[in-house]
């Protein structure tokens, strides 16, 4: 490598520290202007005409939120109608009706995952907590559970949730980091998929089998446990973020918590429901079919494609959803109960809004960031250096994310700068090898869990815990799915 490839990369380094250093500082700035005033930084010291710079932090921010933002937006309601109208408490208790206390376990975790399709990570757990409460205090009463039940039957939750914002689309960090890599959307998904399962399974029912019975003293509050499971409105904490990160993502830091009203929610088809979470990953695995196997100019490939479309496809899914909520609101009404009237729901889908519009600023930085990376050639360096290092791409992404998410609190800020960093290394992307980055990209944002990422202390505070049982449960099981993330796409990396 050139001297200059050196001075590219050593400028790539103080950007990175520098980054880290405006989010933990006494200053705390936001991690959508510190990216912003890094890619400033990094640009005039790489050499990078003024002008062009600006050009390039404007196409970067403008061409990631873009090819993103419109679909996050609709993704984040979609998740509000599906928790309102019942939908999500209709696929839940219809998995653990009845079921023997051994398979519990599994079954919450098969909810948590059907349910973490369309949600981020704290709006699922909030929505699965009363159902965990009330299967957890019904085998206290039983009684013959070794360790505590909460337990139990929270990792399986927190494993399927995490996993799934972390390493599959349309979750605002696989849908950022397969956009920068230019991956294929239906490849990504089948891949996510195959990677997720037996990683929920291993970090979610099997270890909550082994760390339920050397916690069992963890439990609840009583009285949270009553609001949850037995009031007419079940108060539940919602983490209300306005500094260094963004609700929705298991990586964010919390400035402050509010205490909301959630209201029981009405009768919904069990059918109906699974279609409403279903309706935007079936149409985008549609297309991947299409692409594969039928004449994409025909009729049938071509409507297939258009829907299959990360926007369509959410958008489709949203229509349904309002369906289903008009369902549920007109079951209530016959049943002699009041059901959500157009003006609720419409105040309910603009309070989605406005919990991901930090998410949006810091993607937006994130790919400001990116397209400074390229423009100023450091892009160029990396790859060089890479290449001459024999660095795994795989790896190297996942590292990088993981240590960007556990130093600035933010695992989107992990998986957009990590995005940025990497992508050079696979040029125009689209094959196996660029699906598989985006998943380990996404699992190394949830490795290492802490006291600066919002979801620790919504698992800490939700199941009663200590730091020490907190660290067992919620930054162990994050560790796990990270790492397992990883194992899983250096596996299939064997085919790429």
């Given at each position: 490598?050139?001297?200059?490839?050196?001075?590219?990369?050593?400028?790539?380094?103080?950007?990175?520290?520098?980054?880290?250093?405006?989010?933990?500082?006494?200053?705390?700035?936001?991690?959508?202007?510190?990216?912003?005033?890094?890619?400033?930084?990094?640009?005039?010291?790489?050499?990078?005409?003024?002008?062009?710079?600006?050009?390039?932090?404007?196409?970067?921010?403008?061409?990631?939120?873009?090819?993103?933002?419109?679909?996050?937006?609709?993704?984040?309601?979609?998740?509000?109608?599906?928790?309102?109208?019942?939908?999500?408490?209709?696929?839940?208790?219809?998995?653990?009706?009845?079921?023997?206390?051994?398979?519990?376990?599994?079954?919450?975790?098969?909810?948590?995952?059907?349910?973490?399709?369309?949600?981020?990570?704290?709006?699922?757990?909030?929505?699965?907590?009363?159902?965990?409460?009330?299967?957890?205090?019904?085998?206290?009463?039983?009684?013959?559970?070794?360790?505590?039940?909460?337990?139990?039957?929270?990792?399986?939750?927190?494993?399927?949730?995490?996993?799934?914002?972390?390493?599959?689309?349309?979750?605002?960090?696989?849908?950022?980091?397969?956009?920068?890599?230019?991956?294929?959307?239906?490849?990504?998904?089948?891949?996510?998929?195959?990677?997720?399962?037996?990683?929920?399974?291993?970090?979610?029912?099997?270890?909550?089998?082994?760390?339920?019975?050397?916690?069992?003293d963890v439990a609840p509050d009583a009285e949270l446990v009553a609001q949850f499971t037995g009031a007419e409105r079940q108060p539940a904490t919602a983490v209300a973020t306005t500094g260094a990160g963004a609700p929705g993502a298991p990586g964010d830091v919390p400035d402050s918590q509010a205490s909301?009203?959630?209201?029981?929610?009405?009768?919904?088809?069990?059918?109906?429901?699974?279609?409403?979470?279903?309706?935007?990953?079936?149409?985008?695995?549609?297309?991947?079919?299409?692409?594969?196997?039928?004449?994409?100019?025909?009729?049938?490939?071509?409507a297939l494609v258009f829907a299959g479309e990360p926007l369509v496809a959410m958008l489709a899914g949203f229509v349904f959803a309002l369906g289903v909520t008009m369902v549920g609101s007109a079951r209530a009404a016959r049943s002699g109960h009041s059901g959500r009237t157009g003006e609720e729901t419409r105040a309910s889908l603009t309070d989605s809004l406005k919990s991901i519009a930090a998410i949006l600023l810091i993607i937006g930085g994130g790919g400001a960031f990116k397209q400074v990376l390229q423009d100023s050639g450091i892009g160029d360096a990396i790859a060089s250096a890479a290449e001459g290092a024999h660095i795994n791409v795989i790896l190297l992404g996942w590292l990088i994310a993981l240590l960007l998410s556990l130093t600035t609190g933010s695992a989107t800020v992990g998986i957009v700068s990590a995005t940025g960093i990497v992508a050079p290394l696979i040029g125009d992307g689209g094959g196996l090898e660029a699906s598989l980055l985006v998943v380990a990209i996404g699992a190394g944002s949830l490795g290492l869990n802490y006291v600066n990422h919002a979801g620790f202390w919504l698992v800490k505070e939700s199941f009663g815990m200590d730091l020490t049982q907190a660290t067992k449960t919620q930054t162990a099981v994050q560790t796990l799915v990270s790492v397992l993330g990883l194992v899983m796409a250096l596996l299939l990396s064997v085919f790429a």
């Open positions: 490598m050139t001297a200059h490839t050196w001075w590219l990369l050593l400028i790539l380094t103080v950007a990175i520290a520098a980054l880290i250093y405006l989010i933990n500082s006494r200053l705390r700035v936001h991690p959508f202007v510190a990216l912003i005033l890094v890619s400033v930084g990094t640009g005039i010291a790489a050499g990078e005409p003024a002008a062009k710079l600006a050009e390039s932090i404007e196409e970067g921010a403008g061409g990631t939120l873009g090819d993103v933002g419109v679909t996050l937006a609709l993704g984040a309601m979609l998740g509000r109608l599906l928790s309102d109208s019942g939908a999500t408490d209709a696929i839940a208790r219809a998995l653990v009706a009845r079921a023997e206390p051994r398979r519990l376990p599994w079954l919450v975790g098969a909810a948590a995952f059907v349910i973490g399709v369309p949600m981020f990570f704290e709006v699922g757990l909030i929505v699965l907590l009363p159902l965990i409460f009330s299967v957890a205090r019904r085998m206290e009463e039983q009684g013959g559970t070794k360790g505590s039940p909460y337990v139990l039957l929270g990792v399986p939750a927190i494993a399927s949730l995490s996993t799934l914002h972390g390493m599959l689309p349309p979750h605002p960090g696989p849908l950022t980091a397969m956009t920068g890599l230019h991956a294929d959307l239906g490849l990504t998904l089948g891949v996510g998929i195959v990677c997720a399962v037996p990683t929920v399974i291993l970090a979610g029912p099997v270890y909550a089998r082994w760390i339920a019975p050397r916690l069992p909301v009203e959630v209201p029981r929610r009405t009768g919904v088809p069990t059918g109906l429901a699974v279609a409403a979470v279903l309706v935007p990953v079936v149409l985008m695995l549609l297309r991947t079919l299409a692409e594969t196997v039928l004449d994409e100019s025909s009729g049938l490939g071509a």
